[in-house]
């Protein structure tokens, strides 16, 4: 059973920046494509940002050139620079791993911008 624990979210101003982290429990990251998520109070879920197994990147509109996600194979862990924060980027932020056949979700962390 695969096990993704969240960290890094918190209270940021508007243009501002965090770093958030998925601490995965094993080296799945050849097999799974990692994803993180957000779902805001009344809106659906929603991709914002993906790795695949072989390292490639893709982003909605809504965050390309302001988030960035990466890896770090020897520490199983993904993470998610988020970079000029606006008002509308507060959601609960998901780490996702899609391996194939099986399908895992941390259990998310807050994010909050606001002045």
């Known amino acids: 059973q695969v096990q993704l624990v969240e960290s890094g979210g918190g209270l940021v101003q508007p243009g501002g920046f965090l770093r958030l982290s998925c601490s995965v429990s094993?080296?799945?990251?050849?097999?799974?494509?990692m994803s993180w998520y957000r779902q805001a109070p009344g809106k659906q879920r929603e991709l914002v940002a993906v790795i695949t197994s072989s390292g490639a990147t893709n982003y909605p509109s809504s965050v390309k050139g302001r988030f960035t996600i990466s890896r770090d194979i020897a520490k199983n862990t993904v993470y998610l620079q988020m970079n000029s924060l606006k008002h509308e980027d507060t959601a609960v932020y998901y780490c996702?791993?899609?391996?194939?056949?099986?399908?895992?979700w941390g259990q998310g962390t807050q994010v909050t911008v606001s002045s």
């Open positions: 094993g080296s799945i990251f050849s097999v799974c494509a």
């Open positions: 996702n791993a899609d391996c194939r056949d099986n399908d895992y």
